[in-house]
């Protein structure tokens, strides 16, 4: 069987990241940039960049609403830091304007752990995977709110993460769709990407 097409989100970001770490794991991937792309992919990657930015791309593009619809439709995504904004059915903080493609039952602040400056990296503890998880956080967003489908895959803190809030929800997953406020294209792990790979195939199956 022909693997599944993932799709990574290419309008802003760091899409070149993504993509490399899913062609490593052997998945089938395309940018996607047009409508037309849309319906092509079985899974889609949304990555870390500008939510605000993104966000005004993927209407201006005609996207928003053709992405809602599959993501709707139990489409499985994953979004990186801003990722997850996109993904997020609330915005703490939008600014005025600001729109979401949602997924998540969730609230979400944008750049919650500060600026550029404020940028750090910490072991984390997650959900299913044998051994700590090497968390980049770089203007990140975190997790404020959470609706009952939601299952928390990491918080920051507990790790010893010097100056992080303790106990913020920073990776989680409602159905086929996951997300964390971290970068974990960053580096050489890439077992979180593994896990979504698997989530494509089996939704394809």
Do not use: Y
């Not at 993504?18 to 490593?24: D, R």
């Not at 997850?84 to 600001?98: E, N, S, V, W």
């Amino acid at each position: 069987m022909a693997a599944p097409l993932i799709g990574v989100l290419a309008v802003q970001g760091d899409v070149r990241e993504h993509v490399s770490a899913l062609t490593e794991l052997g998945a089938a991937v395309t940018l996607v940039r047009r409508p037309e792309e849309v319906e092509q992919i079985e899974g889609l990657v949304i990555p870390g960049g500008e939510s605000t930015v993104m966000d005004k791309l993927v209407r201006a593009f005609g996207l928003r609403d053709l992405l809602r619809a599959r993501l709707a439709a139990g489409m499985p995504a994953f979004g990186s830091c801003a990722g997850m904004i996109m993904l997020a059915d609330r915005i703490a903080d939008a600014p005025q304007g600001q729109q979401t493609l949602g997924g998540l039952d969730l609230t979400v602040r944008r750049n919650a752990f500060g600026r550029q400056v404020d940028s750090f990296e910490t072991d984390l503890d997650f959900a299913g995977l044998d051994a700590p998880v090497h968390a980049v956080f770089i203007r990140a967003p975190w997790v404020e709110t959470l609706g009952p489908d939601v299952e928390v895959l990491a918080r920051v803190g507990h790790a010893g993460a010097e100056g992080a809030p303790a106990g913020r929800i920073v990776a989680v997953r409602q159905g086929t769709i996951t997300a964390t406020s971290f970068h974990p294209e960053v580096g050489r792990d890439r077992r979180i990407h593994a896990e979504f790979v698997e989530t494509v195939r089996r939704h394809h199956r």
